[in-house]
């Protein structure tokens, strides 16, 4: 039986979408620090092909190229936004991806604007007001944060610190419209700027 956190390929078409938006939205702070770097960018052109129906699952492979120019720069800010890139880019293999590239882009955000805690919750707002109904109804499938361990959402580095911090935020807030997402803390703030730990690469990835 297949990962809850897979969704239909239908579905992953439908977010790819939006994580793509919030990806690209953050990149310009990678590349202001790499601008002869086209990796990121390149991996999230793939991805929108993808949910245009252009590229099939097999065929998105941008995804470790998207993690391997994180490690080639040093801002915290810029290593978010390659991540980001690299979260989104693996939507095509697992659907959950989606909130890692939401959280990675609103982690972005916040370091690029230590002075304003209430830079992180802005970015979630925006990444809420534009997202599809489609897409919408699609990540309200995944289970929450933390508790199945068939993917991205599993115990470990999506479910930690400031990046599980803000994608309970997302799912909080797809389950009730009305939830009020708080300012970062100092706390929250210092967390993000923790060295990166290495990717987590689930086996149930590879099947598409």
């Known amino acids: 039986m297949g990962s809850p956190q897979t969704l239909s390929e239908a579905h992953r078409r439908n977010v790819a979408v939006w994580a793509a938006d919030c990806a690209e939205r953050v990149l310009g702070l990678f590349e202001a620090e790499a601008p002869g770097?086209?990796?990121?960018?390149?991996?999230?052109?793939?991805?929108?092909?993808?949910?245009?129906?252009?590229?099939a699952v097999r065929e998105a492979r941008r995804r470790f190229v998207a993690h391997a120019a994180a490690?080639?720069?040093?801002?915290?800010?810029?290593?978010?936004?390659?991540?980001?890139?690299?979260?989104?880019?693996?939507?095509?293999?697992?659907?959950?991806?989606?909130?890692g590239a939401a959280?990675?882009?609103?982690?972005?955000?916040?370091?690029?604007?230590?002075?304003?805690?209430?830079?992180?919750?802005?970015?979630?707002?925006?990444?809420?007001?534009?997202?599809?109904?489609?897409?919408r109804a699609a990540l309200r499938q995944l289970p929450p944060v933390g508790n199945n361990p068939s993917g991205p959402l599993g115990p470990g580095l999506l479910a930690s610190g400031l990046l599980g911090s803000i994608i309970r935020d997302l799912q909080a807030s797809l389950a009730d419209p009305d939830h009020a997402l708080p300012p970062r803390s100092q706390a929250d703030?210092?967390?993000?700027?923790?060295?990166?730990?290495?990717?987590?690469?689930?086996a149930t990835e590879h099947l598409g």
């Not at 978010?80 to 890139?85: E, F, G, P, S, V």
């Open 37 to 55: 770097d086209s990796r990121p960018r390149d991996a999230i052109a793939q991805l929108r092909a993808f949910a245009r129906g252009e590229l």
């Open 103 to 135: 959280a990675y882009a609103a982690k972005a955000a916040g370091l690029a604007a230590p002075d304003q805690p209430e830079a992180v919750s802005e970015e979630i707002r925006w990444q809420l007001g534009c997202m599809s109904a489609a897409a």
């Open 71 to 99: 490690r080639e720069v040093s801002a915290p800010a810029a290593v978010a936004a390659a991540r980001a890139a690299g979260q989104a880019a693996s939507i095509p293999h697992m659907g959950a991806h989606a909130l």
């Open 189 to 202: 703030q210092d967390d993000g700027r923790k060295p990166e730990q290495p990717v987590e690469v689930h």
